[in-house]
């Protein structure tokens, strides 16, 4: 299955959602991405803050969705509500998931993330 988006939704899209050299936004860009982990395929009024919950337990226990880098080196720079509710209309084709179908991907994901990083300190 391919990834369809669409930001054509969001109040001010070619202002909040592209960039010099029509470069998407990172932030946009990161919000399609994040969409599948924890399980989103739109972002609505009334979703928004329960949005921004889920991203931000999964960027404490697995990783940021937005990387950036400075000098060679990755920075994990974590993703705000404000970014969220500016992205009020953003849809994907990403599958959905319940409060307790996320729960139970992101302990998976962080188990996966902890054993990763304990077979490179080995």
Request: aromatic share 10%.
């Amino acid at each position: 299955m391919s990834l369809d988006w669409s930001i054509e939704n969001i109040e001010n899209y070619k202002e909040l959602c592209w960039g010099e050299n029509d470069r998407m936004n990172p932030v946009t860009e990161a919000l399609i991405w994040a969409g599948n982990s924890i399980g989103f395929n739109n972002i609505t009024e009334k979703n928004y803050k329960e949005l921004y919950i889920r991203i931000n337990m999964w960027e404490r226990g697995v990783h940021s969705f937005l990387q950036q880098s400075n000098a060679g080196v990755r920075v994990d720079t974590p993703l705000t509500l404000d970014n969220v509710r500016q992205h009020i209309g953003l849809s994907t084709n990403w599958s959905t998931m319940t409060n307790t179908q996320f729960g139970k991907h992101l302990i998976k994901s962080m188990r996966r993330e902890a054993e990763r990083e304990m077979g490179r300190s080995a």
